[in-house]
């Protein structure tokens, strides 16, 4: 087995995992945390529109590591350079985009709650803003990499 494909099956595996523990992140943690909050406080309803971004989150973040999953493929195929690698970045620029947009639904909401009911949410919109910042980082990444990939494409003479 060479290196480039040693690497891609590691990432590959690694990529694999985190899905796993996504996917039991909204199959057994979401769920349990809003059985115990309508255990706690029956009739409160304000832990639902955090719930909801967080499965947008994860749904999101999913679909992003599908197609990070498809770039590896792409990479161990020797396509690294194609049409589809720029797809896949695309959708996961898209994704990480998307995912900032639930993070800054969740502050948003964290502090319209605070307002009423006195709490001090500055924990976790601090959490969500360092969130903001590592999808940025990624947005900044993927963007990086399409670049040379536009570039080769474009470079390339058009079959019609």
């Keep these: 087995m060479n290196v480039k494909r040693g690497s891609t099956t590691f990432l590959k595996v690694i990529i694999f995992l985190v899905g796993i523990a996504v996917l039991a992140v909204c199959i057994f943690l ?14 409160d309803y304000s832990l639902y529109p955090l719930l909801v971004c967080a499965y ?11 197609q990070v999953f498809k ?25 990480a985009f998307i995912v900032i947009f ?4 969740a502050i948003v909401y964290l502090r319209v709650l605070a307002q009423f009911t006195g709490d001090d949410a500055a924990g976790p919109i601090s959490l969500g803003l ?3 910042l590592a999808t940025s980082v990624v947005v900044a990444f ?5 670049i040379p990939i536009k570039n080769v494409l474009d470079s390339q003479p058009k079959n019609n």
């Design 142 to 146: 993927v963007t990086v990499l399409q």
């Design 71 to 95: 770039l590896l493929t792409y990479i161990e195929k020797n396509n690294a350079f194609s049409e589809l690698s720029l797809q896949s970045l695309k959708v996961i620029r898209k994704c």
């Design 130 to 132: 360092m969130g903001i």
């Design 30 to 43: 979401l769920p349990e945390a809003a059985r115990r909050d309508v255990i706690e406080r029956p009739g």
């Design 56 to 66: 947008g989150i994860c749904i999101t973040f999913s679909v992003a590591l599908h």
């Design 102 to 105: 639930f993070i800054l639904l």
